[in-house]
């Protein structure tokens, strides 16, 4: 092989390596997108008379997630009520009954005939916003497949949170004591109900809602009906 053949031939193989190198790096590009789109937000929309509510759903809690967006999409969150509410602990609603519920008619036992399993876990916690699945008293503490809660709740001292910790021996990290003791929250629910997501614009919505005059059963007096759907 004369000298200009063996300089075409490594030209061949170089040419052949940057292809594969180039295939291999679109490849790994590919892959780190699909990667971030799985790790993408999703953003849901809360549209009340009263204002509305934009969440972001966890990603940490991939069951609760992917059913939320499954009943936001098909539409059965709406026209339900805020069908029990309760000043300085939290709004919730999804009730499917609560769709067609006359006047002063008891709501809560409403259900889609399956639950989603606990997600329940340290990192995600009923600060001021969060969004968690209501549950009924099921020892697994399985989800209720439509029903959720808003968190409102109360700021709390130190003193009132160690003295949590102590009872259900359950501890917070700085983080979370510094939210619960300026933002607030209700951190004795924390590891009892699935937190899978938090308001990220319109928690004076919150406030609003949980100030209107309820019932003995703690139903608003005046219906309070929403609409959801996935934000953008």
């Known amino acids: 092989m004369n000298a200009k053949k063996i300089l075409l031939f490594f030209a061949s193989i170089a040419l052949i390596f940057a292809g594969c ?4 790096t679109n490849l790994a590009e590919e892959n ?3 990667k971030q789109e799985k790790q993408k ?8 008379s009263f204002g ?4 972001k759903l966890y990603n940490e809690t991939p069951q609760h ?6 009943i936001v999409k098909d539409g059965t969150l709406d026209s339900t009520l805020f069908h029990r509410v309760i000043n300085s602990f939290m709004i919730q609603g999804g009730d499917p009954k609560s769709k067609t519920a006359k006047a002063g008619q008891m709501l809560g036992d409403g259900d889609l005939g399956y639950r989603v399993p606990a997600e329940i876990n340290g990192t995600c916690f009923h600060k ?5 699945a209501a549950r009924d ?14 968190v409102q709740g109360k700021t709390y001292t130190d003193s009132e949170l160690n003295m949590m910790s102590m009872r259900t021996g359950r501890q917070y990290t700085d983080e979370q004591k510094e939210i619960y003791k300026t933002i607030g929250g209700t951190p004795f629910l924390d590891g009892e109900y699935t937190v899978f997501g938090e308001v990220v614009e319109g928690l004076e919505i919150i406030d609003k809602i ?3 005059a309820t019932d003995r059963n703690d139903r608003p007096k005046q219906d309070i009906r929403m609409k959801v759907s996935i934000a953008e």
Request: hydrophobic share 45%; with cysteine.
């Open 21 to 24: 190198s180039k295939k291999t």
């Open 32 to 34: 780190e997108v699909v």
């Open 41 to 48: 937000e999703t953003m849901v929309l809360i549209s009340t």
């Open 52 to 55: 509305d509510i934009k969440v």
């Open 65 to 70: 997630r992917d059913n939320f967006i499954k």
């Open 128 to 132: 001021k916003g969060a969004l968690a």
């Open 137 to 150: 008293g099921n020892p697994q503490k399985a989800s209720s497949a439509c029903q959720f809660y808003l």
């Open 210 to 212: 949980a100030a209107v």
